[in-house]
């Protein structure tokens, strides 16, 4: 995983899509526990591809942008973070 200054990105606004992240996945998830950066989409958090879209949905919203999935590898979208910094890198403000 690249750090968020080697991509690129806006730190700031990369936080806080990552701080919105953990906030919906915990609503979606019905989790206590928080959910955290480093977790891993599929494998700690169960997240299947209709749970994927709806968190995207639901970040769109929140954020006010348009997420362009189009040129998203789910391959490489393993962990918060990294759905976090594609996100950042590949928005637009509405």
Request: hydrophobic fraction near 45%; charged fraction near 30%; charge should be negative.
């Amino acid at each position: 995983m690249m750090a968020p200054h080697e991509t690129g990105v806006d730190a700031d606004f990369r936080q806080r899509v990552v701080e919105t992240m953990e906030s919906v996945l915990k609503q979606l998830l019905e989790r206590d526990e928080p959910v955290t950066e480093d977790m891993r989409l599929m494998d700690e958090l169960n997240v299947n591809s209709l749970l994927a879209l709806e968190l995207l949905l639901r970040l769109e919203e929140q954020l006010q942008i348009q997420i362009n999935v189009e040129t998203m590898d789910p391959d490489k979208m393993e962990t918060v973070a990294d759905l976090a910094t594609f996100i950042t890198a590949n928005h637009r403000a509405l």
